[in-house]
T-cell receptor, first 114, second 112 residues
């Protein structure tokens, strides 16, 4: 069966450290993968998109990798801050090319302690 | 924030009653989506629209219908609400299926 998995346990790290979140999937061949941030009581906010032919994408303190062989994406936040505390969702495109609907993982909650 | 509003923001209703949720955008984006978010399931697509009067089903469409008579409005209707439809509903928009999605603030629906 098709699955997209994110670590359901909260990730607790110290301020200034690098947070690494994992998104694994099975039985999909996504053309691209997106990461979103969601704060309590609010809608998700788009962060980064990475395509199947890209190994890595960066935006300020954020870095995403996409390994289609391992069927895995890693999301890194360097020099983490308490304001980075939130739930992070990965979403992959299910379907061909740019016509794919997004399938979301359940999200991983990150808590950055000062 | 992208110009997306949802109404109502909160609603409590009884089993068997019809409910309509509204999503309104001011961005003129072609695609609009309705998701529901539940603990243990994450965000799941209910229906989406790729233009005025053009809609298609998502992963969990049973018990829901949608309509889009104008570019800016996308309505989600529960014809006869059930307790299993208690959830937080999010509307989203995008310029195309391949682009990032912008989400509304959500509607918390409780069906008693």
């Amino acid at each position: 069966s098709q699955k997209i998995e994110q670590n359901s346990e909260a990730l607790n790290i110290q301020e200034g450290k690098t947070a690494t979140l994992t998104c694994n999937y099975t039985n999909y061949s996504p053309a691209y993968l997106q990461w979103y941030r969601q704060d309590p009581g609010r809608g998700p906010v788009f962060l980064l998109l990475i395509r199947e032919n890209e190994k890595e994408k960066r935006k300020e303190r954020l870095k995403v990798t996409f390994d289609t062989t391992l069927k895995q994406s890693l999301f890194h936040i360097t020099a983490s801050q308490p304001a980075d505390s939130a739930t992070y969702l990965c979403a992959l495109a299910h379907g061909s090319g740019n016509t794919g609907k997004l399938i979301f993982g359940q999200g991983t909650t990150l808590q950055v302690k000062p | 924030d992208a110009g997306i509003t949802q109404s109502p923001r909160h609603k409590v209703t009884e089993t068997g009653t019809p409910v309509t949720l509204r999503c309104h955008q001011t961005e003129n984006h072609r695609y609009m989506y309705w998701y529901r978010q539940d603990p243990g399931h994450g965000l799941r697509l209910i229906h989406y629209s790729y233009g005025v009067k053009d809609t298609d089903k998502g992963e969990v469409s049973d018990g829901y219908s949608v309509s889009r008579s104008k570019t800016e409005d996308f309505l989600l209707t529960l014809e006869s609400a059930t307790s299993s439809q208690t959830s937080v509903y999010f509307c989203a928009i995008s310029e195309s299926m391949g682009n990032e999605q912008f989400f509304g603030p959500g509607t918390r629906l409780t069906v008693l």
